[in-house]
């Protein structure tokens, strides 16, 4: 038990950096996406705002640097659509990256990604994958590899939270832990809550 407490403590305080840098990626996709639309030529009398994309991005790819040249983030997809009626975008067969100030590579992935207009709330969908490649964090010391999957994942960052109410597996290094849901908060808590029929593997430790 003191074993699986402390790999949650190493993995809450692992996991902080990852909504951060997913939810930059959104926002920045979520902007870049509505300054294409173009503004209407003259005011219009007020109408019930339609639950039908206003507009859709197909194949698209969106990429930042930073000033020496350096890719720091990335969203694909094959499509994505703005719904005017709650001010979201979603984004089919999604991929994101982004690269740290530490060098840190986060990914995500899931078959549909929906974002608030803020890029605050992000719900990842079938297939739902978040990863943060090993490396070394600020402090120099080496950080392995952490992993986040299940069918269904959301990141918020006002609070900084991941849940997910189905199965989920959580994979740090060569340790990995199965449990029905899961609930992490960020913050000065750093706390990841695992429940329903837990099943934790821990590699031999040297």
Known sequence: ??????????LSRLSI????????????????????????????PERPVSEKPDFFMRGFTVKSFDEQGQ???EVRG????????????????????????????STARSDVLT????????????????VRQAGRGADGKPTPRLEFHGPVLRVRTDPERITSDQP?????????????N????????????IKGRVNATMAPRP
Not at 1 to 10: F, G, I
Not at 28 to 33: D, I, K, N, P, R
Not at 182 to 193: I, K, N, P, Q, T
């Open 17 to 44: 950096y990852l909504p951060v840098a997913l939810m930059g990626l959104l926002v920045l996709a979520s902007y870049w996406l509505l300054r294409l639309t173009p503004p209407p030529a003259e005011p219009e």
């Open 115 to 130: 974002s608030n207009a803020e890029g605050t709330d992000m719900l990842l969908e079938g297939e739902a994958q978040v």
């Open 182 to 193: 899961l609930d992490y908060s960020g913050g000065d808590s750093r706390v990841a809550d």
């Open 1 to 10: 038990m003191n074993l699986l407490r402390s790999w949650y403590d190493q």
């Open 71 to 73: 890719l720091k983030s």
């Open 168 to 180: 989920v597996l959580l994979i740090r290094g060569n340790d990995q832990v199965k449990g029905d």
């Open 78 to 105: 094959t499509e994505a659509r703005h719904h005017p009626h709650n001010d979201t975008l979603v984004i089919d067969n999604a991929r994101v990256r982004a690269v740290s100030e530490e060098g840190l590579t």
